[in-house]
């Protein structure tokens, strides 16, 4: 199982906030620089999230290019892509894929589109879900279906994969969420995780369970798995 450092940005920077909650977690610092430490330490693949354009207050589309630009053989790259236009563009930058979340549940028929015009195999699902396994969208302001509906949907296109945040958890190395155990075999493609992962412990429940890539952010800036790239 390969390991993702977690890049995601706010007002121009690296930050890592806790359960997404704007002001509150880490302000870690200026993004290439903090990619340019990722890939000096041996990483060759990135998470990169704008969280700003997720809730629909700014776009740090420019950093995200210049991210791309340091030499990471996969990048993917989410945060409120909600049309198709915005997915071609990043993926011109030299993402290899795009992660949509709120597109897949509120307009399938983009999200369809989307699938046509840059292939399925370019495309990740996000599953965002919080303790009641609710999906949540729209910069997680806003419930949507529960996860066995949205693993059900998502089973019946041919995309890239999954990927499961478990928000209560996210940012808080307060470790995984181990009843993602239970829909992971709903996934046909790529299986990843984020949310609470805070030790080696953690990552081996995942590669156990069958998860492709652990995306890590607080841990990785708290220095607990920072070195950590693959179990």
Do not use: C
């Not at 700014?58 to 198709?84: C, P």
């Not at 997915?87 to 369809?112: D, K, W």
């Amino acid at each position: 199982m390969r390991v993702l450092p977690s890049i995601d940005l706010s007002l121009g920077k690296v930050v890592k906030r806790v359960r997404g909650v704007r002001g509150t977690g880490l302000v870690v610092g200026e993004a290439v620089r903090v990619a340019e430490e990722f890939y000096e330490l041996g990483y060759d693949s990135i998470h990169i999230v704008d969280l700003d354009a997720a809730e629909g207050l700014g776009s740090n589309e420019d950093l995200i290019k210049d991210v791309v630009k340091v030499g990471f053989k996969w990048v993917q790259v989410g945060g409120g892509i909600r049309d198709i236009s915005k997915a071609i563009r990043l993926l011109s930058y030299g993402a290899t894929a795009v992660v949509v979340s709120t597109m897949f549940y509120t307009s399938r028929n983009t999200f369809e589109e989307l699938l046509r015009v840059v292939g399925g195999d370019k495309v990740l699902v996000a599953v965002d879900y919080d303790d009641s396994l609710t999906v949540r969208v729209r910069g997680w302001r806003e419930g949507s279906v529960g996860i066995d509906e949205a693993l059900n949907a998502v089973s019946s296109y041919d995309v890239l994969g999954v990927i499961f945040t478990y928000i209560d958890s996210e940012g808080t190395e307060g470790s995984v969420d181990k009843r993602v155990a239970n829909f992971v075999g709903m996934v046909k493609g790529l299986k990843e995780y984020a949310g609470g992962i805070s030790t080696v412990d953690d990552l081996l429940f995942l590669k156990g369970i069958g998860i492709d890539y652990a995306i890590v952010g607080m841990a990785m800036y708290r220095g607990a798995l920072l070195g950590v790239k693959y179990v």
